[in-house]
């Protein structure tokens, strides 16, 4: 059971009939493995965080930099050049001290990777490229553990969710296939940093929602954000059967 200090630390959202007590444990009881730690990955593990959320496994071998405080706001001035993972640690170690954090401060890769993957119960990928993206919905599939995928650039953002569990959900690589080669970062294209809190913390939300048990989580939908004419989009995303991630001709297993 939750014991008293919880009790009133999560309070207002114990509150709501969609969380309740049973949804309260049930997020205590949860593991989330976070890969990037920075304009996404900060309000994703902040809010996680502070949500208690049991366990989370924060993944991110980058420094922080100076350009980076504009829009990651779970690192700051004191942490120039420190490692993410672990500047994160400290942030979070400090908002909530019941939750277990787990740092990986290093790339994740094939095997590291699947084993990262295979010890969570969700995945947040608030990565910057298309290379990492396209890794972690492999290993999520393989591992058939459900994916809050984000991403944002300049002003535009997007937020879907991948769920390997049921059979009707799309991967990653069905909405993208093989991508676009010269895509564009943000050190090239700029970012406007709330726009990542934004798509930080519907994808936090959407965290919530499957781990907790309510709602109805972006399953299959992938959110759009306009942020220069403050306008969301809805898109459904179908299944592709001859996907070679997620078809049955490669392996994938669907209950």
Known sequence: MLDDQELLRYSRQILLPQVDIAGQLRLRQSRVLIVGLGGLGSPVALYLAAAGVGELHLADFDEVDVSNLQRQVLHDSDA?????????RRRLGALNPHVRLVVHDERLEAE????????????MDCTDNFASREAINRACVQARRPLVSGAAIRLEG??????PRDAESPCYH???GHGDEAELTCSEAGVLGPLVGLVGSVQALE??????GFGE?????????????SRFRELRVRRDPSCS???P???AVHE
Do not use: T
């Open 207 to 212: 965290a919530l929602k499957l781990l907790a």
């Open 112 to 123: 590291s990777l699947a084993q990262a993957v295979a010890a969570v119960d969700l995945v």
């Open 80 to 88: 120039l050049g420190s490692s993410k993972a672990e500047s994160a």
């Open 158 to 163: 997007q937020v879907c969710v991948f769920d």
């Open 249 to 251: 001709a490669h392996g």
């Open 217 to 229: 989580p972006l399953r299959g939908r992938l959110l759009r954000i306009d942020a220069l004419s």
């Open 245 to 247: 991630v997620c078809g």
């Open 174 to 176: 069905c909405l993208y």
